[in-house]
């Protein structure tokens, strides 16, 4: 059967080994390119020219196939990949099985091909996490042209380093939220670790100066509510005890109390609260129990001992005033910072959100687009390379009832 005369030019004979070929030069117009395909149709010598009527494949016998050559222009391979990949009805022989897949000729396309895909990938899991739904692709979604990649890279670029910067914000003003927030746990708890020391410490001295005779004595002493306000404060100045304060998981608190313990020998006083609501983590977002400890202990050596430990066990230390009054007013000054950095993380979580619902309309169908333009030249990189005529050379499978539909 003689091909479509509007498609063909030219049609002669190539002699080849034991075989004379039918060869045929197309010429296409896709788009605003001009297409030169040469088909080279290769027969066994009981085949005859004309194409069989379409009979149906069965179980026990396979479609009726026949192998083409196709003799690309470099400029228009591209276009021409891009119609055959969209007809669907060939399956192309590599032809550098014997060179490695970082030696072909479009392995820096395929690279950035990769570096998209990781693009959207990111694009996708931040949706996930958000909980934004991702939009439908169209319908048809055609393979786009070469130079399109320039423009998706710098897009997909500029939202990858916009969301890494909120995110980055993000978890900035999270961690500081966090701080403010243990901080004025370890203001309300302090107070009442202060008042009960303070009692102690006044128990202690009463009993120690009842010992000595100076309470209760015949002569008549002090009161006792004379010596807890006087006496106690400067018995506490002699003893010049120092303590520590801050926040820790309550899962590491047991051990934590019992490291501590053999560490110090027994010359630590302990003291701990968990905190009510749980505290969410900045890094992972999940809810995590902490309690407050405050430790009351003598010397320069087990201070050193103790922040080294309390790093261990992923303990943060706080700066705590001694006086009512002083952590008083840095409560009050907290709460208002907390106030501020909440604002703040509300609207940066907007601005994130409102970049995402845009990326969320289109990464469906820029998935497909580049999965496309990696398929082509993944196609691409089986073809041999003609350095005379700077053409590609590329053989492929075709079933023979679809010969016309690849002329």
Known sequence: SSPCSACVTSMYFRIARYKYYPYQRNTYVIGRQSIIIDFITRYTPNTRFTVPAREMGSILRSEEMMLLQLLLQSDSAYACVRELGELGKVEFKDLNADVSAFQRKFV????RCDEMERMLRFFVSELEKTGIPIAPPPLMCPAPDPHIMIDFETQFENNESSIKQL?????????????????KHILDKAQTFFQEGEEVLAEAFVQQQTTAGVVGGAGGGAPAMELRSTDVEAAAAETKFTFLIGVVPTENLLVFTRVLWRVCRGNVFVKHAQIEEPLEDPITGNPVVKSVFILFFQGEQLNARIKKLCDGFRATLYVCPESGPERRQVRDQVGVRIGEVESVLRNTTNVKDVALGKIAQSVEEW???VKKIK??????NMFNLDMGHQSLVAECWCPVRDFQAVQ
């Open 108 to 111: 820096n396309e395929l690279r």
């Open 167 to 183: 995110n980055a914000n993000q978890e900035s003003l999270k961690k500081n939220l966090l701080d403010l927030k243990e901080l």
């Open 367 to 369: 998935q497909q687009k």
């Open 375 to 380: 398929a082509i030249y993944h196609a691409m």
